[in-house]
């Protein structure tokens, strides 16, 4: 083969490969200009037969030329490959907007979480939790709380009573609040007591939008030396901001528990309003009902007769005690307009709450 | 407890500038709540005018009615000064009455529209009202006739009526029991003002004297205080008059008849409950003793009672005739025709009336006061002012014997540290303000170097101990003076273990798509009837309720299944393709230990006593239960969905029991509600807990009964464990795993046993026999059908292997998938497939 022959295949091969457009091509390019029988590795075989002192020009001018056509299609087939693999990645593409959901979101019950989200104020406070049987001892729920067999408030508070042998009384009821708690912690351990009660609680009320025959508590008991309303206060602001925002206060009003003398109601400063009672076009708070404040529990110092029922020296000591429901905290958290979304049990209202409280 | 503004103001000179508002704001301060202000006012729309019935001519009409076509002078109310033609169906009335006439334009309460309209032949300009129409009562008989001085035609209605007055509502709490008079209610306004105050109960009364009616108490402290006082001549025509009708229907009861009426103002006025009795009933002296068991009376609400020794009785020599402080009897209720009257105002021990009262569920507004405590210093006074009304308004004349029998109970003082309100309350609150305020509330006070010796007001039978005086003290200096200070918490220990791991629990199933209910734990037969529990099962032994509110349910429940399938079945009711739901929660198991006894509550319990008490309560152990109905995963782009079944509820099991680090072992059983063939009972294995094995509850796919009966499709799931067991055996500080990073040696096998064989026991075996080498074993596959014959079933298992300190030959391996094998054969009769 004449050296013009030669640098002719070689040009002939790397226009080849310079056009090869996918790794098909190319391979094709390939067998033909570098495969055994492609016209340089036949030169290749030519230089044997040549006159020795040809050998070695033709050998150089040969193996050159193999030798581009080599690097070339090295650099050409790491070009396509790469061509080829975004171009997989591109065809791979997928609709990210397409379902995911193939199994269905759990969620745990807002009266859980929110007792929780309570439970959790008070421990960042140094409090405990404290729990106590839903089926109570009559005289924890209400002897030891001040609430003697004669007492008007135990006809204010309707509750179930379990049946005992034949025609005597069992004893027992369903608690009708979980104070019964607060007189179980006292009984069980020595002051500085501060602890917090969420639980399920009884009354006979007739089932309807505001009213359960089964609704959820919490109430809170301290018990230390001079502990005052002031504390009780303190604590209830505290829980006030942290449970629906800063600058949500509370306030008391003179009001009666048989187990706290003196005793207040507490209303909690609108969230919504913030206390003014009414929105921006002026008309009343939904919330509040247009007060600028919601009615949330009662609370009071704990009557020095509960203490002494309970063990507690009520000379050195004093206590502080304070009770809301939790489902109505939800209800006006959430704006819940019908108590019976919480126990009907249809995961569209639970799952709804996610992880907000 | 409802009271006309005008009536507080009678006792009480408030600044003329307070308005209501103002007024109820203070008073609820001060712990009397007010619960709503109303005004009949607010629900009539004028023109509601005085008119003069010029002429009625009486037209009788087809359907039997007569009715009066009337003019009426309304002044010039109507704009022309005409007679208004108006159409009336009452013939109370005559021409020259002033009537009360609701022009064309007004509404009256319900939202009654009032237009000229034609009926009965003529157009009927407007309305003449009654009481009713106008929502002051529910006195229909009649339209309202005025008295000739109530003004003249054409005058406002609204005025002359006192439609305007504003009565104010108060929700009164057991402690402030004197709020259930206008005596009390005005003496908290004048506190609330620092106004003038005049105790309509403080009067000039007659001495006692030996010419009363003969009146003897047996029973002292049931009935402390017992004055009978007589009025003879009383016209029993006589009418209430308009004050006293308006003021008691504003103050929520009903008119009746004057002598009644007047008792009722007189209690309404002083919180006094009085009874009048028809003298000419009585039948010698007046007896009060307690009751014999078994005696029979009928009250004058018509209902014959039986007796109990506890119960105070009123007697003359006819038998019973009253049960004291609770209801009259009928036999000497004054009627329509008494001419003589004898007042009773006596006092009643409290407990008593309470009793009384609930047991013969009588609720009346004179038991209402009598129970919760009135001032026994009034009687005499009551009494008095009984008499002069009777006199003045009814024309009687008033007997001259004062019948006063017993005196009013000493009243105990209460020692108080003048410092302890600011003690209690955190409130900087100077000695003499305390003095100062218990005087306020009109206690006796004497200061002396101990403290302060206070005698409460005999109008307060609830303030008992020092902290009642405390509280007297603060909620006048105000409760809004309470600074607001945090307590300095002892350190605390953070969330329990049990509190910890619950939490753990229901995030791990949420996790799993669950989603959490809460249920109703009331239970009866229905319940365990639909969930197919043979007569003699455990489930069925409840804890019984002495007042359920339903018969269905008439028990605290002892397995939550019951709830949450109901909830599931609800939400498959509403258009969900499957639901998983799950419920944490007590139920309740009969322990038998006889009644809870009940103590005193001068002391603690000793321990003894408190072990006693905490025994005779039911068994209440914390269950889980779910409920896997229907479609568990979805169908979508990615494939067909999925229908939850028997292996996910025993999944959750294990899900569980991994998260809380216990091995729960799975084991054939049969229990309702579950498929015979499909339940596991679950147990802890015995090497992580006790050593012998606890079970922890059951698991599976529900008895398709069961299903079919509470609505669930088919092959719904379910699972009810003990969650108290489970967390019994929680791990408690895991020791950190080792393991080797030699490399993996793996061999499958496939095993033939027996279909009855648990694969289970064959993998038990295959690591019993595999040894240390043993890494994992897993069921891969099961296979049954012709190549392995019927009654057998093929297990796959892929065993791996791995030595903490080489890598394994293939002979070490070998031989060891072989030890495993014999050992299956050796125990379960596998046979390896080739």
Redesign the interface.
């Known amino acids: 083969m004449q050296p013009e022959e030669v640098d002719a295949a070689r040009d002939a091969a790397l226009a080849a490969i310079a056009a090869a457009a996918d790794l098909e091509e190319l391979k094709r390019v390939r067998t033909e200009h570098a495969g055994d029988r492609s016209p340089l590795a036949l030169a290749n075989r030519e230089i044997g037969a040549l006159p020795p002192q040809a050998r070695k020009e033709a050998g150089q001018r040969v193996g050159q030329a193999r030798g581009a056509v080599s690097k070339a299609l090295a650099a050409r087939q790491q070009v396509l490959e790469a061509e080829h693999e975004a171009r997989i990645l591109v065809e791979e593409t997928v609709d990210v907007t397409?379902?995911t959901?193939?199994?269905?979101?759990?969620?745990?019950?807002p009266?859980?979480t929110g007792s929780?989200l309570i439970?959790d104020i008070f421990?960042a406070?140094?409090?405990?939790?404290a729990?106590g049987?839903?089926?109570?001892?009559?005289?924890?729920n209400f002897?030891?709380l001040?609430l003697?067999?004669?007492h008007?408030?135990r006809?204010?508070q309707d509750t179930?009573?379990?049946?005992?042998?034949g025609d005597?009384?069992?004893?027992?009821v369903?608690r009708t609040h979980t104070s019964p708690v607060q007189a179980r912690t006292m009984?069980s351990q020595e002051p500085?007591i501060?602890v917090v009660c969420p639980g399920?609680v009884f009354r006979?009320d007739?089932?309807d939008a505001t009213h359960s025959?089964?609704f959820h508590q919490v109430e809170g008991l301290?018990v230390?030396e001079g502990?005052?309303?002031?504390?009780?206060?303190?604590?209830l602001?505290?829980f006030a901001a942290q449970m629906f925002g800063e600058g949500i206060?509370t306030?008391?009003?003179?009001?009666?528990f048989p187990f706290t003398?003196?005793?207040?109601?507490v209303d909690l400063k609108c969230f919504v309003c913030r206390g003014v009672g009414s929105g921006d076009s002026g008309a009343p708070c939904r919330t509040c009902r247009g007060e600028g404040w919601i009615e949330w529990g009662g609370c009071g110092?704990v009557?020095?007769?509960v203490l002494?029922?309970?063990?507690v020296d009520a000379e050195r000591y004093?206590g502080f005690a304070f009770g809301m429901g939790i489902d109505r905290t939800l209800m006006f958290r959430h704006g819940l307009s019908d108590l019976r979304a919480?126990?009907?049990?249809?995961?569209r209202f639970?799952?709804a709450f996610g992880s907000e409280l | 407890m409802k009271a006309p503004v005008s009536w507080i103001k009678e006792y009480v000179d408030l600044p003329a500038d307070v308005t209501t508002e103002q007024l109820t704001d203070r008073l609820t301060d001060l712990g009397l709540k007010l619960e709503a202000i109303h005004s009949a006012a607010d629900a009539i729309t004028g023109p509601l005018v005085v008119g003069q019935v010029l002429t009625m001519d009486p037209e009788p009409q087809k359907n039997g009615k007569t009715i009066n076509w009337c003019t009426v002078d309304v002044g010039d109310a109507n704009g022309s000064g005409d007679p208004q033609g108006i159409v009336c169906g009452a013939h109370n009335f005559q021409p020259g009455d002033l009537v009360v006439v609701v022009l064309p334009g007004g509404v009256l309460p319900g939202g009654f529209e009032i237009s000229a309209r034609k009926t009965y032949g003529h157009v009927s300009a407007g309305m003449i009202c009654s009481a009713r129409e106008l929502g002051l009562g529910d006195d229909h008989e009649g339209i309202i006739v005025l008295p000739a001085d109530a003004g003249k035609p054409g005058d406002d209605a609204f005025e002359v009526l006192g439609l305007r007055e504003e009565v104010i509502e108060f929700e009164i709490n057991p402690d402030r029991a004197y709020g259930l008079s206008m005596r009390g209610i005005a003496r908290e306004a004048a506190l609330a003002f620092a106004a003038p105050y005049r105790d309509p109960a403080l009067r000039d009364v007659p001495e006692p004297n030996a010419e009363g009616y003969p009146v003897v108490v047996d029973d002292p402290v049931g009935c402390p205080v017992f004055v009978a006082r007589t009025v003879t001549g009383f016209d029993p025509s006589a009418s209430t008059p308009g004050w006293m009708v308006e003021r008691i229907t504003h103050a929520g009861m009903r008119p009746i008849s004057l002598a009644v009426d007047i008792t009722n103002y007189v209690m309404l006025e002083t919180g006094r409950p009085i009874h009048g009795y028809d003298l000419d009933k009585l039948q010698g002296p007046i007896r009060v003793r307690r009751a014999v068991e078994g005696e029979r009376m009928t009250t004058l609400d018509g209902n014959e009672r039986t007796l109990s020794p506890e119960d105070l009785v009123v007697t003359d020599d006819s038998g019973i005739i009253g049960l004291g402080g609770v209801m009259g009897g009928e036999t000497t209720e004054m009627s329509r025709a008494t001419t003589n009257v004898l007042v009773e105002a006596a006092h009643w021990d409290a407990v008593s009336m309470f009793r009384t009262g609930k047991r013969h569920k009588v609720s009346s507004e004179a038991g209402k006061r009598n129970e919760r405590g009135v001032d026994p210093t009034i009687c005499p006074a009551a009494a008095d002012r009984v008499v002069e009304l009777l006199v003045e308004l009814g024309g009687g004349t008033a007997g001259p014997g004062v019948t006063v029998v017993g005196s009013p109970p000493e009243r105990a003082s209460i020692k108080i540290s003048d410092d302890l309100p600011a003690r209690v309350s955190g409130i900087d609150i100077a000695p003499e303000t305390v003095v100062d305020n218990l005087q306020a509330i009109g206690a006796t006070v004497d200061a002396d170097a101990d403290g302060l010796t206070v005698t409460p007001p005999p109008w307060r039978p609830d303030i008992t101990d020092p902290f009642d005086l405390v509280e007297e003290v603060v909620r006048i200096v105000g409760y809004d003076q309470v600074p607001s200070v945090l307590p300095r918490e002892a350190a605390g220990r953070g969330l329990s273990r049990t509190q910890r791991l619950r939490r753990r629990i229901g995030r791990t199933l949420a996790g799993a798509g669950c989603v959490e209910v809460v249920s109703f734990p009331f239970a009866g037969d229905a319940t365990f009837d639909a969930l197919g529990l043979p007569a003699d099962d455990v489930r069925r032994r409840t804890v019984p309720l002495a007042n359920p509110l339903s018969a269905e349910e008439p028990a605290y429940t002892t397995t939550l299944l019951p709830g949450v399938i109901k909830a599931a079945a609800r939400n498959i009711g509403r258009g969900a393709p499957g639901v998983a739901l799950f419920e944490t929660g007590t139920v309740a198991f009969p322990v038998d230990r006889g009644p809870a006894p009940i103590y005193g509550v001068d002391r603690r319990p000793d321990p003894a006593e408190l072990e006693k008490l905490f025994e005779a309560l039911p068994r209440q152990p914390l269950h889980l239960a779910v409920v896997l109905a229907g479609e568990r995963e979805r169908a979508g782009w990615w494939g067909e969905g999925r229908d939850a079944g028997w292996a996910d509820a025993i999944g959750l099991v294990r899900l569980l029991g991994a998260e809380l680090g216990v091995t729960v072992e799975p084991r054939q059983a049969n229990r309702m509600p579950w498929h015979p063939g499909r339940c596991a009972v679950l147990v802890v294995d015995p090497s992580t807990g006790s050593g012998t094995p606890v079970e922890l509850g059951h698991a599976g796919e529900l008895h398709p009964q069961v299903c079919a009966e509470l609505g669930l499709p088919p092959r719904s799931a379910a699972l009810e464990l003990d969650l108290d067991a489970l967390m019994a055996h929680a791990a408690d500080v895991v020791p950190g795993p080792a393991f080797s990073s030699f490399p993996l040696a793996k061999e499958d096998v496939a095993l033939v046993v027996a279909d009855d064989v648990p694969a289970a026991a064959v993998e038990a075996a295959l690591r019993e026999g595999a040894g240390e080498l043993l890494e994992s074993v897993r069921l891969f596959d099961v296979y049954t059908g012709a190549q392995i014959g019927e009654g057998s079933k093929s297990l796959a298992f892929a065993l791996r292997f791995r030595a903490p300190d080489r890598t394994l030959t293939e002979s070490e391996t070998s031989a060891a998938r072989d030890a495993a094998v014999a050992r299956a054969a050796e125990l379960t009769g596998a046979v390896q497939r080739t």
Request: proline share 10%; with cysteine; net charge negative.
């Open positions: 397409l379902p959901d193939r199994m269905p979101a759990g969620a745990r019950h009266i859980t929780e439970a421990v406070m140094g409090w405990e939790v729990e049987p839903v089926i109570e001892a009559e005289w924890l002897d030891a001040n003697g067999p004669d008007p408030a006809t204010m179930f009573w379990t049946a005992g042998e005597a009384e069992s004893g027992v369903l009984l500085p501060y399920r006979t007739e089932y025959p089964m301290a230390d502990i005052t309303m002031a504390h009780l206060k303190g604590t602001d505290h206060t306030r008391f009003r003179p009001s009666y003398e003196p005793s207040a109601e110092v009557n020095p007769r002494t029922a309970c063990g004093t919480l126990f009907e049990g249809d995961v639970t799952t």
